[in-house]
């Protein structure tokens, strides 16, 4: 199928959304709709002695509050552990934790309801740093400690590796608690339905693992829940946890009414989902011709109050601490440790960024000491297929570290860097740096990755093709149409998409890990093979062919051994058959061996680019402008050209928010940083001019070759912006982001 | 939640002034409202009564008149940043105008706004001191002029009792000879509030010297502050372009600010800040006059 | 007929191994296989039932050589 051709055309959700058509969940109202307050905790640690509730039920137009009492299922969510409670009974572990539940007749009035609810508190003493949290003496968030996860994984003899060495980096890097801040913020509409079923109607990134969260949160049958999650309005990560949806299903079941909630900006970005803040300290060992020889990495993830997935991305990050490089010793500690700095989840790279910052600066200073330069030290590392990773493991897939590298040395930008380093203006210095990433797809070895779809033939013979995956902004929904379409040898307007609902798509697993394009390719083509058997068995039923007769799609129809057919004639030729369904499953490959200690470690694909950023700053300021990216990147096989490019456009746009501006604030377990004047992401104008190199290495276990691009797009950038300040004006960057007042500090230190 | 109020929307200064007597201190003003929108959002807005300008048509202009330049209080921003008026004879208010918030707040919020809001952050005000504006002001009964410089007693404070409303700002044109620029730091290019700005103003004498200068800064004390002792450092440079000198003369500025820690920066930040725009964007008006030896 | 089954995550703690091969009357359920290990309460609740990548229910009748995979719908990656 690798001569699949790929019809272009223009996003297929384009015209709705730029013209405001497109309904999203949160634009979506029913007859007698009732409004939701989650009442949030006033304190970020604290026992709950009392809630009364009787002054809010008082206030004309509430028509329930509910406590932790009424929760009728099992009182927590939480995708690896149910650990957070939909309503609090006995203790708050952050901000944003919900202590009662409001439903009124207008939003208005539940909010002024949700100021009557009385919570008596024992305050307890906050746990903000990680470290902290760790020492015995810590006060404790949790009956088992404020141990979330502790991983430790080696590879043969760091100590010795380091007595080898010629030239040992050690450093310590922070990295920010980012905010995913979609357009449209956690929102949504429960509605109980007359045979006692609920439909949520919410976007998120995985209706099907909504749908059995909300069962064991309602203590229902799953298959009386129906989840509609797509579209979404922008996700990264920050939609794949529950959000509001535990809350309003508990309303709508208990006032037998529609309940819908819409976040303010500020209750998102207090309550919200959020990108773990590490503390690396990474010590690097390498001889004098640039060769590495040792890694120890010590990771301290920030988990906020609750589990979530901070145990998958503590892992993640620690299976990336020494990228895809040649180290021969090894040692990746990591410890989630849970604070009461808000609630920390999955995030666009999923603990990668946080550590390929800090080994890639390792890197680089290295190259500078030993007296090489930042491609030939990388060049010296990169590993191949066939070779061991830095954790153990042997790479038998694809690996395109050294193509992706090789790319971004040609690279304008890279090749020209002299002449886009100069500047007039005493005060102005410019800096070029480049950076590589690998960044592992898919769930893991131990989680079942699977998917499925469907394709219908309709009547006219258009097709549908249903499949879980939302399209939360990635573009993927163009790119099922184009690859359903090229297979079926249609224009790709005669396919349509259902996705993201538990009713008319099939569970295809989450839309994260950098999997939907990867597992859509395999399960779309699974169900045109399923397609072309079964019309082929169809036919030779009803004329004689033979059983082993054969169908090819061919130019809007397929050849047959009774002739050349149309897709409108087969579709009358069967139209007895109901549906005129096409199905298709895919069971991801994984590895044949675990990780020792570490879940899910590791993976078994990945994806891959490398970046090089052009950086001004103002030594007068420490203003730091990003003013051109290159991105070389391996897609595998391409399926639209323009939508990887706004996925680089995207992802470079959110790894320069990481790596200059983004920061949600928390002091003594209070936000500071509750709107968009004090949290600060990248507008149009502070993004950069962007060089695209786009390589294709064909992913072999995919059916289409593609490889998912949208998390590693984000990656490089972080680091390649660092160092591309270190570049300009000398100093190392340790923390981020990398604000005007960080750099001027490391630019004058005796401040 | 946006609290209940009393709306009014005056359809021309007659109204507004009869209005503002009305409710005296009970009112606040609504310009373009992109102050006071986030305010009430914020629970922030303490009166009761809201009474709006944006109709009132005869506020919105930009004029220049025997050597002044007239700019009433309903102008925008944009319309600031777009007059070739404000451009050629007040160079410093069109930059600062262009450098408010995102097209969209420069499409409603007005000069007005700006300077009664009496922010020590507003972009428009240091400007509006280096240009030595006076303000305007009206009240049912009539009208009296105040000195920009006059006009702010602190935060969010200002001489404007509470039945006045700022009408307009006029200012003497600037030409051959007078240089005036702006600077602004903040933490984006866009939609910032500045961590701190900076405005000055230089008339440069036969000699080529600079004989007369006006510097202000603002986010760096409680209200928009001139720096006396930084514009004699100025007027004591030699008419020669080094960038040494002219960052010397800035460096002055250090001891005329009184900057708080906030959010968004360190006071001992904000004062090295300072020294920067001001460094930069007068090196970068002086060299169109003065050269290298 | 034979039927293989596999456990993954907290499901594993139900057996002894976490994959084993069944001996079974022809017509047995998934559900019945679910009873039978004694899966309960918020773990049941949680539970997915998955047959060469696509999801099975209760009710749906082993065939041989089915590989039936019981997992809880955890992300990673």
């Known amino acids: ?751 | 939640m946006i609290k209940e109020f009393e709306y009014h929307a005056a359809q021309d200064l007659k109204e507004a002034l009869e209005l503002a007597e009305q409710f005296g201190p009970r009112k606040r003003f609504l310009s373009g409202g992109t102050d006071v929108t986030v305010r009430l959002k914020e629970g922030l807005v303490t009166e009761d009564v809201i009474v709006d300008l944006s109709h009132v048509a005869e506020l919105r202009f930009v004029r220049e008149e025997s050597g002044v330049v007239h700019v009433g209080a309903g102008a925008t921003h944009a319309d600031l940043g777009a007059s070739p008026i404000v451009r050629q004879h007040g160079h410093a208010l069109a930059l600062a105008a262009s450098r408010v918030g995102s097209s969209q707040i420069r499409n409603v919020g007005t000069v007005g706004g700006n300077v009664a809001n009496a922010s020590p952050a507003g972009d428009t005000i240091p400007a509006l001191i280096v240009l030595d504006a006076v303000v305007s002001i009206a009240n049912r009964k009539g009208t009296r002029d105040v000195p920009i410089i006059d006009f702010f007693t602190g935060p969010g404070r200002s001489v404007l009792a509470s039945e006045e409303l700022v009408t307009e700002l006029y200012f003497p044109v600037t030409g051959p000879g007078e240089l005036t620029g702006f600077g602004k730091l903040g933490s984006r290019q866009a939609m910032t509030i500045s961590t701190a700005n900076m405005a000055f103003y230089f008339r440069i004498g036969d000699n080529r010297r600079i004989v007369e200068a006006r510097i202000a800064f603002g986010s760096v004390a409680p209200t928009v502050v001139r720096a006396h002792r930084t514009e004699r450092m100025f007027c004591q440079l030699p008419p020669l372009l080094s960038w040494d000198a002219i960052r010397g003369a800035a460096q002055m500025a250090w001891k005329e600010v009184a900057p708080i820690d906030d959010l968004r920066a360190t006071a001992v930040y904000r004062k090295e800040a300072v020294v920067g725009l001001l460094a930069e964007a007068a090196y970068e008006a002086l060299a169109s006059c003065w050269h290298e030896r | 007929m034979n039927v293989k089954i596999k456990l993954f995550q907290d499901y594993k703690q139900y057996h002894d191994t976490p994959e084993y091969e069944l001996e079974l009357p022809a017509g047995t359920t998934a559900g019945e296989i679910v009873r039978q290990l004694g899966i309960k309460g918020p773990e049941l609740a949680y539970l997915i039932l998955i047959l060469k990548g696509k999801r099975v229910y209760d009710e749906y009748v082993l065939q041989d050589g089915d590989e039936l995979v019981f997992a809880a719908p955890i992300g990673g990656g």
């Open chain 1, 1 to 751: 199928m690798d001569d699949i051709h790929f019809e272009q055309v223009d996003r297929v959700d384009a015209l709705g959304k730029a013209c405001g058509t497109t309904e999203y969940m949160s634009d979506l109202s029913f007859p007698g709709m009732l409004y939701a307050w989650f009442v949030r905790s006033k304190y970020p640690h604290a026992l709950i002695k009392n809630v009364d509730i009787s002054r809010a039920m008082a206030l004309n137009g509430v028509v329930t509050v509910l406590t932790a009492a009424d929760v009728t299922g099992f009182n927590g969510f939480g995708i690896v552990n149910p650990d957070m409670p939909v309503i609090c009974g006995d203790k708050v572990r952050y901000i944003g934790d919900t202590v009662a539940l409001v439903a009124a007749t207008t939003e208005r009035i539940a909010e002024q309801a949700a100021a009557l609810v009385d919570v008596d508190y024992e305050v307890l003493p906050v746990v903000d740093d990680p470290i902290e949290a760790l020492k015995p003496d810590a006060p404790k968030l949790h009956d088992k400690g404020n141990v979330c996860l502790h991983t430790l994984i080696t590879k043969g003899n760091v100590e010795q590796g380091f007595r080898e060495a010629d030239v040992v980096i050690e450093h310590e890097y922070r990295t920010p608690r980012q905010a995913h801040v979609p357009l449209e913020t956690e929102s949504g509409v429960a509605v109980p339905e007359a045979d006692g079923s609920l439909s949520m109607y919410a976007g998120s990134q995985y209706a099907f693992r909504d749908q059995l969260q909300l069962a064991r949160i309602l203590g229902m049958n799953p298959r009386m829940i129906h989840v509609y999650s797509n579209p979404v309005g922008g996700g990264f990560g920050g939609k794949d946890e529950l959000t509001i949806q535990g809350g309003i299903a508990l309303l709508a079941m208990k006032t037998g009414k529609p309940v819908k909630v819409f976040l303010s900006r500020e209750e998102s970005l207090v309550s919200g989902w959020k990108r773990h803040p590490f503390i690396i300290r990474m010590k690097t060992g390498f001889k004098s011709d640039g060769t590495m020889l040792a890694n120890d990495v010590t990771c301290y993830e920030d988990k906020g109050a609750y589990t979530s997935l901070g145990g998958p991305i503590l892992n993640l990050a620690l299976e990336h601490a020494s990228s895809l490089y040649r180290v021969p010793n090894t040692r990746h500690e990591g410890w989630a440790v849970f604070t009461n700095n808000g609630v920390c989840g999955a995030f666009r790279g999923f603990g990668v960024p946080q550590v390929l910052f800090a080994l890639e600066s390792n890197m680089d200073e290295a190259a500078e000491q030993l007296g090489l330069d930042p491609v030939t030290i990388r060049r010296k590392n990169v590993l191949h297929q066939g070779e061991v990773s830095p954790i153990g493991h042997t790479l038998r897939t694809g690996v395109s570290m050294d193509l992706v590298l090789d790319a971004i040395e040609k690279s304008e930008l890279w090749q020209h860097r002299e002449e886009y380093k100069k500047t007039d203006k005493p005060w102005l210095r410019r800096g070029v740096a480049l950076a590589l990433a690998p960044q592992g797809a898919g769930l893991g070895l131990g989680i079942p990755d699977y998917g499925g779809a469907y394709i219908d033939l309709d009547g006219d013979g258009s097709f549908t093709l249903r499949i879980g995956l939302v399209e939360y902004g990635q573009g993927t929904h163009t790119g099922f149409t184009q690859m359903a379409a090229g297979l079926l040898h249609v224009h790709p307007s005669r396919v349509r998409i259902v996705a993201g609902q538990t009713e008319g798509s099939v569970d295809a697993g989450p839309a994260t890990a950098s999997r939907s394009m990867y597992t859509a390719s395999n399960a779309i083509a699974a169900a045109f093979r399923d397609f072309g058997v079964k019309v082929a068995g169809a036919l030779a039923a009803k004329y004689h062919t033979g059983a082993d007769a054969v169908c090819e799609a061919k130019d809007g129809g397929m050849t047959t051994p009774v002739g050349f057919r149309t897709y409108e004639e087969l579709a009358q030729e069967f139209s007895q058959e109901s549906p005129l369904r096409w199905e298709g499953y895919f069971v991801w490959p994984t590895a044949d061996r675990e990780i020792p200690g570490a879940a899910g470690l590791p993976h078994w694909i990945y994806s891959f680019a490398a970046q090089a950023a052009l950086v001004e700053v103002n030594t007068l300021t420490g203003e730091t402008h990003l003013l051109r990216v290159a991105t070389a990147l391996d897609t595998g096989h391409t399926v639209n050209p323009q939508q990887v490019e706004a996925q680089i456009d995207g992802g470079v746009a959110q790894g320069e928010g990481f790596a200059l501006f983004e920061d949600t604030l928390i002091s003594k377990g209070q936000v500071r940083t509750r709107n968009f004047s004090t949290y600060i992401i990248p507008t149009v104008q502070d993004v950069p001019e962007h060089e695209y190199i786009i390589l294709e290495n064909s992913e072999g276990t995919s059916a289409l070759g593609v490889r998912g691009i949208g998390e590693v797009v984000m990656v490089p950038i972080i680091p390649a912006v660092a160092l591309a300040i270190h570049d300009a004006t000398g100093v190392w960057v340790r923390q981020l982001p990398s604000t005007p007042e960080r750099v001027y500090r490391l630019l004058h230190p005796g401040l």
